[in-house]
């Protein structure tokens, strides 16, 4: 069986798509994303960093992008951000993992008008049944992690309504291995663990643009 972790700040096994966003540089054949975190705008990546590296080859993803209404830079300033992100998604052919809190009207505004060919898959989810089928609807990407392990958790109710063609799996900035993370979404959805490695994996090859 094969684990895709399509976004985790660590190192690991299997297939995973690590962010070096926070200054951790990328290691020979790693498949690694990079973007401006709405949290960390300033003294991080710049736009024309990003695009050199996309340019490169250096990264298969752009992120974590997105919007975050903790943030203490300006929602404006956020979106003008994201825009740029977009493009060098889009311009470089690829896929968009994106960070959004308290901000969905702001990044469906965003899709409905950009209208991407690039996939944008939304990292962390925890929310709403309705949020949840407006992101579905656009064709966006849901993936879920460390929250599947939280009591009560929105992810653990509305996980069996994620289509198995739209859904990702991670581990983000916790501990836990992604293994553990199949385990439990396997038995929260009611389907066995290689049937869900197997759902998962065919959305890598084709949303990373993969063979074999």
Not at 94 to 109: D, K, M, Q, T
Not at 151 to 180: C, G, K, M, Y
Not at 182 to 192: D, H, I, K, T, W
């Amino acid at each position: 069986m094969t684990y895709v972790n399509v976004h985790t700040h660590a190192r690991g096994e299997g297939v995973y798509v690590r962010d070096i966003g926070r200054g951790v540089g990328r290691a020979s054949g790693e498949l690694c994303s990079w973007g401006i975190h709405p949290l960390f705008t300033e003294g991080g990546v710049s736009i024309e960093q990003l695009r050199e590296a996309a340019g490169r080859g250096e990264i298969v993803a752009v992120g974590e992008a997105g919007f975050d209404r903790n943030a203490l830079t300006a929602m404006e300033e956020q979106r003008r951000l994201f825009e740029e992100e977009v493009e060098i998604s889009e311009g470089y052919g690829l896929p968009l993992i994106i960070h959004c809190v308290r901000a969905f009207p702001e990044l469906l505004s965003v899709y409905k008008r950009r209208r991407p060919s690039q996939a944008w898959i939304v990292h962390g989810y925890n929310n709403n049944e309705e949020i949840l089928a407006q992101l579905l609807r656009q064709n966006m990407y849901v993936s879920a992690g460390k929250k599947l392990f939280v009591p009560h958790s929105n992810i653990r109710r509305v996980l069996p309504l994620i289509p198995p063609e739209q859904l990702f799996l991670e581990t983000d900035d916790s501990e836990l291995s992604i293994e553990r993370v199949y385990r439990e979404a396997a038995e929260l959805r009611g389907v066995s663990l290689e049937v869900l490695c197997r759902q998962v994996y065919g959305n890598f090859k084709r949303v990373f643009h993969c063979e074999g």
